[in-house]
């Protein structure tokens, strides 16, 4: 079992920035993962972000290629996710969730969300133009 604890949104100007975490719990009982950021608007199928494998490979969404930065930090006991958001644009309001692909062994791009099994609650981020 994973737990995954969001936390970093807020409201921000156009053109601001935030950082995202998301703290994770039970993940480092797994061999692999990959773990990622997924988003979701009102009226909008809930859409990856940007992901990170166990060894660090990333993909990113093309929309938030360049201005958005995934890293992850393995405390050896713990692992928190992180997502940086620069340049960020009104497009980019939605509420986004931290997730866990426990299956995933190497990462190849960006996945869909019923390729996750655990979720967070999700934080809310909202631009304003």
């Known amino acids: 079992q994973v737990q995954l604890v969001e936390s970093g949104g807020g409201s921000v100007q156009s053109g601001g920035s935030l950082r995202l975490s998301c703290a994770t719990f039970g993940l480092l009982s797994y061999g692999s993962w990959c773990i990622g950021w997924f988003r979701q608007a009102p009226g909008k199928e809930r859409a990856q972000v940007a992901v990170i494998d166990r060894d660090d490979r990333t993909a990113y969404t093309e929309s938030v290629k360049g201005r958005f930065t995934i890293s992850q930090n393995n405390a050896k006991t713990t692992l928190t996710l992180y997502l940086q958001m620069n340049s960020l644009e009104a497009e980019d309001t939605a509420m986004y969730y931290c997730?866990?692909?426990?299956?995933?062994?190497?990462?190849?791009?960006?996945?869909?969300?019923?390729?996750?099994?655990?979720w967070g609650q999700g934080t809310q981020v909202t631009v304003s133009s």
């Open positions: 997730a866990v692909n426990p299956f995933c062994k190497v990462l190849a791009g960006t996945q869909q969300a019923n390729e996750y099994t655990y």
